[in-house]
């Protein structure tokens, strides 16, 4: 669901899961007299290069110092007794400061943390141990599902107007069905569960302007001949 003037976000990727997908548009006569310019969609669909296949390992591992007085900058939540990363705080932390060395190991919103130090019996025992002030060895995994701070799987739900609770965007794709006022743009929710998704054109605007002409020398002139 796209509005507003044409720009790279226009271009809205999606990993479709399986070998099938159902494409469905509605329009609400947008364009008045001028029928060319109604809204419309059309979809390039390709298939992932084995090259592209994610490989995400099971777990990955960080190490970060929390000094006298400081902050990890991040904010967790408990969900069915696992230790989720609900928030990330901005600016100069051990974890942004990690996140920026390691992009590879970066920890993101919605992961899990597995244990710290070795301590992994419970979400107290680790919520305990990240309060220490001393070098913490943390072990994570990424999250297979886009969750909102509480815990609630996100759902398919497009909102317009609605703002992505995660970069701000105006206009979102998934929200929360419990009742959370938790929305979520596709972009992120991208990068949550599928990470960057393959195109195989560098540019998608030019094959567009392309097609847009093939097509209208395909259909020609409608009209009745004078």
């Not at 990890?72 to 609900?86: K, Y």
């Amino acid at each position: 669901m796209f509005y507003g003037p044409k720009s790279a976000r226009a271009w809205r990727s999606i990993e479709i899961p399986g070998d099938y997908c159902e494409f469905e548009f509605s329009s609400d006569g947008d364009g008045a007299t001028f029928p060319d310019q109604r809204w419309g969609f059309w979809a390039l669909v390709a298939p992932k290069p084995p090259d592209k296949e994610d490989k995400i390992p099971e777990s990955f591992t960080l190490e970060v110092v929390k000094k006298e007085g400081s902050l990890l900058g991040i904010t967790t939540q408990e969900v069915a007794g696992a230790c989720m990363i609900s928030g990330l705080d901005t600016g100069s932390t051990p974890i942004q400061e990690w996140n920026a060395a390691n992009p590879d190991r970066a920890l993101r919103l919605h992961d899990f943390i597995l244990e710290v130090n070795g301590v992994k019996s419970s979400y107290d025992d680790i919520l305990n141990e990240l309060r220490k002030f001393q070098k913490h060895i943390i072990v994570a995994k990424r999250s297979k599902e886009a969750m909102c701070s509480s815990g609630h799987v996100l759902k398919p739900d497009p909102r317009v107007y609605n703002v992505c609770d995660v970069c701000g965007t105006p206009g979102t794709q998934f929200r929360c069905p419990d009742g959370c006022d938790y929305d979520m743009c596709l972009n992120c929710f991208q990068a949550h569960t599928s990470g960057p998704v393959h195109c195989p054109l560098e540019d998608i605007t030019a094959f567009a302007q392309k097609r847009v002409q093939v097509v209208c020398r395909g259909e020609g002139n409608q009209d009745d001949p004078e």
